[in-house]
């Protein structure tokens, strides 16, 4: 029979294996803040009493893609959302609030949905493996595979048809950003805001735009319905 330590004792044996495994990144913290304060003395000073993006990310939590290397932007010019395979579920109640700080709080003028070429959340959507509670979070791609069927099965490589997929994948996020009541309510009261679908390619670090940016009168045409249409008003693509 094992004798376990007292909790007491676990804590201290992981504050002690914490402390000694992560004191490279303490060092590099203590260099970063260092460097920012040599080339910019009020640098923190001044990100401390304001926090004003005009710009919310919505991108995948792929360590690859480190959103605001990308694009050039300092500590407190981008708002950031992130999960596997950069989803806007209307259901998520994280996604939700951060959308509802950044549009109604923040007033973002622009929201960028940010997929990435060989996105393993993508792949993982379609491969057939059971993984557990990610194949639940990854269903809405499956959708997105299946409503696209026969474009993507007659690409033959199948690494292509996943970059496809990866692109249809944020379209259809913008879709769902673009549909969302905080967006809606946002245009409608004749706030700039602007929509954009990116990818990230991991192979040369240049991102993609889609096209498919929107904003408020573009949605509204799209959304509102032909007298005679009797389906499928809302379709982007
Ligand atoms: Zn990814």
């Given at each position: 029979m094992k004798i376990l330590p007292s909790s007491g004792l676990w804590l201290t044996i992981v504050r002690i294996m914490g402390a000694s495994m992560l004191d490279h990144l303490k060092a590099n913290n203590r260099a970063w803040a260092e460097r920012m304060v040599c080339v910019d003395a009020d640098f923190f000073r001044r990100l401390e009493r304001q926090q004003a993006p005009e710009y919310l990310w919505i991108g995948c939590s792929a360590s690859r893609v480190p959103a605001n290397e990308i694009v050039g932007l300092?500590?407190?010019?981008?708002?950031?959302?992130?999960?596997?395979?950069?989803?806007?579920?209307?259901?998520?109640?994280?996604?939700?609030?951060?959308?509802?700080?950044?549009?109604?709080?923040?007033?973002?003028?622009?929201?960028?949905?940010?997929?990435?070429?060989?996105?393993?959340?993508?792949?993982?959507?379609?491969?057939?493996?059971?993984?557990?509670?990610?194949?639940?979070?990854?269903?809405?791609?499956?959708?997105?595979?299946?409503?696209?069927?026969?474009?993507?099965?007659?690409?033959?490589?199948?690494?292509?048809?996943?970059?496809?997929?990866?692109?249809?994948?944020?379209?259809?996020?913008?879709?769902?950003?673009?549909?969302?009541?905080?967006?809606?309510?946002?245009?409608?009261?004749?706030?700039?805001?602007?929509?954009?679908?990116w990818v990230y390619s991991l192979a040369n670090g240049l991102v993609t735009d889609l096209d498919v940016t929107l904003e408020r009168l573009g949605y509204q045409r799209k959304l509102a319905p032909h007298p005679e249409a009797k389906t499928d008003a809302n379709r982007l693509d």
């Open positions: 300092d500590p407190g010019e981008l708002f950031v959302h992130r999960n596997v395979a950069n989803l806007a579920p209307p259901q998520d109640a994280n996604y939700l609030s951060v959308l509802q700080f950044a549009v109604e709080i923040l007033k973002v003028k622009h929201i960028l949905v940010v997929g990435h070429y060989g996105c393993s959340g993508v792949s993982a959507s379609v491969d057939g493996k059971r993984r557990g509670l990610v194949d639940h979070w990854l269903h809405p791609i499956r959708e997105v595979y299946h409503e696209h069927r026969d474009v993507l099965d007659a690409i033959p490589d199948w690494s292509d048809r996943l970059d496809s997929l990866c692109e249809l994948n944020v379209i259809r996020q913008v879709r769902n950003v673009a549909s969302d009541v905080f967006v809606q309510e946002a245009w409608a009261r004749g706030q700039d805001l602007r929509l954009h679908g």
